[in-house]
């Protein structure tokens, strides 16, 4: 499904939910911790984005449902006492080496690990974005450095099995100075790019990526680790599902993005280092 596939489920499972309440918009928002206008929002047919990650859990808790229904990953309802299990929270505090995130990247060394970034990916970063990007996002730069190393170190160890999918219009985008790029010189812009492709040379082929047409396919950013677990990216945190058929549909659907990657990981180096 594509985000308004999902926005659309969301919207039709929240309005299930509201009807079986039996109480009203404004009793129904108080309870699950947002305002009545905003819960008008998510059920205008217009809503094409979801709702914060801590609405998403306060409504799966207060009504008895999982978060896998709700998002329409799955057409089980589930309890609500199954979703503390199935979902953890990284907030990321702390060190890499601290977080959940590299506790999730150890357990699962010797399996295939698959990414879909919400960038230029972490590892694959200079010093010099990492900075400039800290600029703009507030983030911790010092712990971003930290976190490149150890994901550079995690993937030269010869059980690692890493694959990643992103739009090639993102390289584009990044090569042209647009968007969230602009005030990023060129220089160093091109330093990036001969930077990106020597680490995809020198890491393949533990570690592979592929680029796919944006414009026919979407994605939220996530990583899945092996069959245990899928992370989707929120922004300041992970919203973790860990139930085996959601890590099987997000698998599906990464594999699908694969298939139809225009630039394959043998092309990635190439591709990137035309633009340097």
């Known amino acids: 499904m594509d985000k308004r596939d999902i926005a659309e489920t969301f919207r039709t499972r929240l309005t299930t939910l509201v009807g079986r309440s039996g109480e009203n918009q404004s009793a129904f928002a108080a309870r699950i911790g947002i305002d009545r206008?905003?819960?008008?929002?998510?059920?205008?047919?217009?809503?094409?984005?979801?709702p914060r990650a801590e609405t998403l859990i306060n409504i799966a808790l207060r009504h008895s449902v999982s978060l896998d229904w709700l998002l329409g990953i799955s057409q089980d309802e589930g309890l609500g006492s199954e979703i503390r299990e199935s979902l953890e929270i990284?907030?990321?505090?702390?060190?890499?080496?601290?977080?959940?995130l590299a506790k999730w990247h150890a357990e699962a060394a010797g399996t295939k690990i698959r990414y879909v970034p919400a960038g230029i990916p972490d590892l694959l970063?200079?010093?010099?974005?990492?900075?400039?990007?800290?600029?703009?996002?507030r983030r911790d730069a010092e712990a971003q450095h930290d976190e490149k190393q150890y994901r550079i170190d995690y993937n030269r160890r010869p059980e690692t099995d890493m694959e990643v999918c992103m739009p090639r219009h993102t390289l584009e985008i990044f090569a042209r100075g647009?968007?969230?790029?602009?005030?990023?010189?060129?220089?160093?812009?091109k330093a990036q790019l001969a930077h990106m492709a020597r680490l995809l040379d020198d890491l393949y082929p533990g570690f592979r990526l592929y680029l796919y047409d944006g414009r026919q396919r979407y994605s939220?950013?996530?990583?899945?680790?092996?069959?245990?677990?899928?992370?989707?990216?929120?922004?300041?945190?992970?919203?973790?599902?860990?139930?085996?058929?959601?890590v099987?549909?997000?698998?599906?659907?990464?594999?699908?993005l694969i298939r139809a990657a225009e630039i394959n990981a043998h092309e990635a180096a190439g591709f990137a280092r035309a633009f340097s």
């Open 90 to 100: 990284e907030e990321g505090a702390g060190g890499f080496d601290r977080t959940l």
């Open 37 to 50: 206008s905003a819960l008008s929002q998510l059920l205008a047919g217009s809503a094409t984005r979801l």
């Open 178 to 189: 647009l968007g969230v790029w602009s005030g990023f010189p060129e220089e160093q812009r």
């Open 125 to 137: 970063r200079t010093d010099a974005l990492i900075d400039y990007e800290a600029g703009i996002t």
């Open 220 to 246: 939220v950013p996530y990583t899945i680790f092996g069959q245990l677990r899928a992370a989707i990216y929120m922004g300041d945190m992970y919203v973790v599902l860990n139930a085996t058929e959601t």
């Open 248 to 256: 099987r549909t997000l698998t599906r659907h990464f594999d699908n």
